[in-house]
């Protein structure tokens, strides 16, 4: 969805969002619900009894490691593998005996899987041939699609004459064409540069949008999901790790191995030695007495590990002074810059704590030219409030 956008025919485009949009259900039941579902290649799990609902009109991530399972469900909500055990309801319709073509649902691959002797139009018109729709109503369905992904006059062209954006066009053409209920889309951006792929993201959530169509997506990009995505399940040895918002998983994640997957994050290893005050004091190893607002949920476990954001940690030659004033800087660390990493819009700094711990802290570069920035050697403290902190139980 990238590369020049030609001139739009705007009334093509408004039919194909008004009969592309699904009704949503009058209640609050999900379009897509899966329970319990597993799926096992010889000895190995590759989905081990996972349950997920998806809402309509949801962008939804799945997100994870290589391994992790998420193509596998990607592929049985498409059909493409049958589950072994449990089962895949599609607006309350179990749709595991439904075979691929005659599902309400496509899925657009990673490597676009575009006939290469066909041109751009065959190729989105394809799915509807074998449908048996008719000749004139395939050619205003494939107007449609041409001018809602932007490929007005390359419709003759075939796909070796095309640039990959172009090519992730027809692919994502072709997906719509049918007006499924569900489209899947498996590291769809995966084949893009950078640029590419940060701008084709904001067309494809601008894109679900207008459609108000059920959006699943598969990749392994944090960044990709969090921009995209309305809901994330992160996923893990087949299993749900959490399911969650984007801001919900990274400032609250549920777990240990989330947190540390999910974006960057300092972790100190304790246990809880008071309470009071609404606050939790973790005696740490690596950070010392460490002040943290006590969660909502209460902590079961007296060994926990407390997490805080890099974002989070500030930095300064002293430590600012414990006042009325300033008595969210409790929480101090001392010791040596070992490495600055200028990324442009912030500033990593590693800085190795007398313990021999090592702390990240990113800092927003707010000026142009900052005549304070830190440098390798320099000592300084780590300061966090209270509230930076996350207790995850391990």
Not at 224 to 233: P, Y
Not at 296 to 305: A, C, F, I, L, Y
């Amino acid at each position: 969805m990238s590369g020049q956008s030609p001139e739009v025919d705007t009334a093509k485009i408004n039919t194909a969002v008004a009969q592309a949009t699904p009704t949503a259900p009058a209640d609050d039941t999900p379009l897509l619900r899966v329970e319990g579902v597993s799926k096992k290649f010889g000895d190995f799990r590759a989905v081990d009894r996972l349950s997920l609902d998806i809402k309509a009109g949801e962008f939804f991530a799945l997100l994870g490691p290589s391994g992790c399972g998420k193509t596998t469900l990607l592929r049985m909500l498409a059909g493409f593998e049958t589950p072994d055990e449990g089962r895949i309801l599609l607006g309350g319709r179990d749709i595991a005996p439904v075979l691929p073509h005659e599902r309400p649902v496509n899925m657009m691959f990673q490597n676009y899987a575009l006939f290469p002797h066909l041109s751009v139009r065959d190729n989105i018109a394809f799915g509807l041939k074998r449908a048996g729709m008719a000749r004139a109503a395939i050619d205003t369905r494939v107007g449609e699609m041409v001018a809602l992904v932007k490929l007005d006059g390359l419709e003759k062209r075939r796909p070796d004459q095309l640039s990959g954006g172009q090519k992730q066009r027809v692919a994502l053409a072709r997906s719509l064409a049918r007006r499924p209920k569900v489209l899947l889309l498996d590291e769809p951006l995966a084949a893009l540069d950078k640029k590419l792929r940060e701008s084709t993201q904001l067309e494809l959530m601008e894109l679900q949008r207008r459609l108000g169509m059920t959006f699943i997506v598969v990749t392994h990009d944090q960044e990709e999901a969090m921009t995209m995505a309305n809901r994330i399940g992160v996923m893990d040895a087949g299993r749900l790790e959490q399911v969650a918002s984007p801001r919900d998983l990274y400032e609250a994640p549920a777990s240990r191995w989330v947190a540390q997957f999910v974006g960057d994050v300092n972790l100190f290893d304790g246990e809880v030695s008071s309470r009071e005050h609404h606050q939790l004091t973790i005696a740490t190893r690596d950070g010392g007495a460490i002040m943290v607002a006590e969660p909502h949920d209460p902590v079961g476990e007296t060994v926990v590990s407390v997490a805080i954001r890099p974002e989070k940690v500030k930095l300064l030659r002293r430590g600012p002074e414990l006042d009325a004033g300033n008595a969210q800087a409790i929480n101090q660390l001392e010791g040596v810059v070992t490495d600055v990493s200028y990324l442009g819009g912030s500033t990593v700094y590693k800085v190795k704590l007398d313990s021999g711990a090592v702390v990240r802290s990113s800092i927003a570069n707010t000026a142009r030219l900052d005549i304070d920035t830190l440098s390798a050697g320099q000592r300084v403290i780590a300061w966090f409030a209270p509230d930076d902190c996350v207790v995850l139980e391990r």
